[in-house]
């Protein structure tokens, strides 16, 4: 499978810990945005989204921050597990742009025992 | 319920060569998109399918890529000839029609196509 991010900031956190991973976004216009996790070997999966009228949404283990202030958006992982290293995406769409994301670069996040 | 597919897994060509990616998305998703990831960088948006229709093809890179969706079922993305520079993962996603029941914006992955350029 791909080897997804040789190159990435990474997070290392230990079991138990709460992870937060960061994300500026590009467009003041962007009315959605999406976090997604990408595990080797597999395509990005769905885990929260918001809406630019929302500035936080909670999920389970997951709460998603949005300060359009700053076009800042973080993903808080509460008790991260081993099972939660991976790649992570965040991606926003453009107000009226046909839905297409436009994806931020990435970070790795390392749970250790 | 399936997920989105892609077929193949991985493709190694030389330069030059032809390749066909393929794609079927989650069944009934009128909306289908083309990603790709070129090694270390972001993933980047290539096009967009609404049915058999492009909505948006302003990331396709040049002439050499050709997207297909006859049917509005499952879409092909033929490079051709291949160039070193367009080795990376290739994805599709696909999306159901807006109005239709869940997160209207939320795009559905699928495990990606490996091409490798020699």
């Known amino acids: 499978g791909e080897s997804v991010g040789l190159h990435l900031p990474t997070l290392s956190v230990q079991e138990g810990d709460n992870s937060i991973i960061n994300c500026a976004y590009s467009?003041?216009?962007?009315?959605?945005f999406i976090w997604y996790k990408q595990e080797s070997g597999k395509g990005p999966q769905f885990i929260i989204d918001?809406?630019?009228?929302?500035d936080k949404r909670q999920g389970q283990r997951v709460t998603v921050l949005l300060n359009k202030t700053v076009k800042h958006l973080s993903l808080q992982i509460a008790a991260t597990q081993p099972g939660d290293s991976a790649v992570y995406f965040c991606?926003?769409?453009?107000?009226?742009?046909?839905?297409?994301?436009?994806f931020g670069a990435g970070t790795r996040l390392a749970v250790h025992p | 319920e399936a997920g989105v597919t892609q077929f193949p897994s991985h493709s190694v060509i030389e330069k030059g060569q032809t390749v066909t990616l393929r794609c079927d998305p989650i069944?009934?998703?009128?909306?289908l998109y083309w990603y790709r990831r070129v090694m270390g960088k972001e993933i980047k948006f290539l096009l967009h399918?609404?049915?058999?229709?492009?909505?948006?093809e302003s990331g396709m890179p040049n002439n050499r890529f050709l997207a297909e969706r006859t049917g509005g079922t499952y879409s092909t993305l033929k490079v051709q000839p291949a160039e070193l520079e367009d080795s990376g993962v290739y994805f599709c996603?696909?999306?159901?029609?807006?109005?239709?029941?869940?997160?209207?914006?939320?795009?559905?992955f699928g495990p990606g196509t490996r091409l490798t350029v020699l």
């Open positions: 996603a696909s999306r159901p029609r807006t109005g239709t029941s869940g997160s209207i914006d939320e795009q559905f």
């Open positions: 467009n003041s216009a962007s009315d959605y």
């Open positions: 918001i809406r630019s009228n929302m």
């Open positions: 991606a926003e769409k453009f107000s009226g742009g046909y839905n297409k994301l436009i």
């Open positions: 069944s009934g998703h009128d909306n």
């Open positions: 399918f609404v049915k058999e229709s492009k909505q948006d």
